[in-house]
């Protein structure tokens, strides 16, 4: 009997060796922090890895976890500057960075984020109107944070980030907006057609302009071509005219040339008067038309005074 009251009294204190051993051990993991009270009162904050704790003095308080934490915004009814209201939810990213703060700094920092985001929403949202609430995101999102950062500070938390998940305007808002779209959307294919119009207005009134330049050009070049061709012509005949009569002058200051003259002029004489009886009923006769030799004797007189004074 005595036997067996030992073995179980050994058993006990084996048993409470053991809890105390395991409650003396705490194996924290990675990315988390967990916070020591001595007596009631905080002591230190242990970091990952296995750390020892004094049994039934110290005991683990808070547990936290140093991650980047999600944490949804319930929806709310946001007005807006002109009196809009407007479905508002969105999305908050967080981090521990001060364990003891964030056990002792608030109650729950959690509810008191997610309390301060909403009436920072609220605020921000009241200050602007409808259309810049879906134009300026960003700045909503960059105001919440700021707002809550600073304020987060004494909670031991970081505030990284706060996004807008959706933006939803009462029924009667949305369809005046598509109706709004709808009619921009007209107004600016019917500008993009009398664009289009007028331009082809512009290259056909040029097309037609430069059509006539072109043609005022080629008749101003013909007309030029005419005239130096003519005046060519005519430098051409008044050469030539002159090189025929300089041979006639030589030829009658050759030996016979005089004679020869006037024989042409004889011959183109009767010729002419020829030609007269011919072509036509009336004739015009000279008055001394039966003396010819008199009449050529001056053409060759003429010739003769010429030739003397060149």
């Known amino acids: 009997m005595e036997f067996d009251t030992s073995i179980v009294f050994w058993l006990i204190v084996f048993i409470l060796a053991l809890i105390i051993f395991i409650k003396t051990i705490a194996i924290v993991p990675q990315q988390h922090a967990w916070v020591v009270e001595r007596l009631g009162k905080f002591d230190r904050t242990l970091s ?127 369809r005046a907006m598509q109706a709004q779209i709808t009619a921009e959307r007209e107004k600016r294919a019917l500008i993009a057609a009398s664009e289009g119009r007028r331009q082809e207005q512009i290259n056909i009134a040029t097309g037609e302009r430069e059509a006539a330049i072109a043609r005022s050009e080629g008749e101003k070049q013909a007309q030029i071509n005419n005239a130096e061709g003519e005046a060519k012509a005519v430098t051409t005949i008044a050469t030539a005219t002159a090189e025929a009569i300089t041979k006639v002058a030589n030829a009658i200051e050759q030996p016979g040339g005089l004679a020869a003259v006037n024989l042409q002029v004889a011959e183109n004489y009767v010729e002419a008067f020829g030609k007269l009886a011919k072509e036509g009923n009336t004739l015009i006769l000279p008055g001394n038309l039966s003396d010819m030799g008199s009449m050529i004797a001056s053409a060759m007189a003429i010739i003769k005074n010429t030739n003397e004074k060149s």
């Open 48 to 174: 990952p890895g296995a750390k020892f704790v004094i049994p039934f003095i110290e005991k683990i308080a808070y547990k936290h976890s140093l991650k980047e934490i999600p944490l949804d915004v319930p929806s709310q009814v946001c007005i807006t500057r002109d009196n809009t209201q407007l479905q508002v939810d969105g999305v908050i990213f967080f981090q521990v960075t001060d364990p003891m703060r964030a056990s002792y700094g608030s109650s729950n920092y959690i509810v008191a984020i997610t309390q301060l985001a909403q009436t920072t929403l609220r605020s921000v949202i009241g200050r602007m109107e409808l259309d810049r609430t879906f134009e300026e995101r960003d700045a909503i999102n960059s105001t919440i944070v700021s707002s809550l950062d600073e304020a987060a500070t004494n909670w031991g938390v970081k505030v990284l980030r706060y996004e807008i998940k959706d933006l939803t305007p009462p029924s009667e808002i949305l």
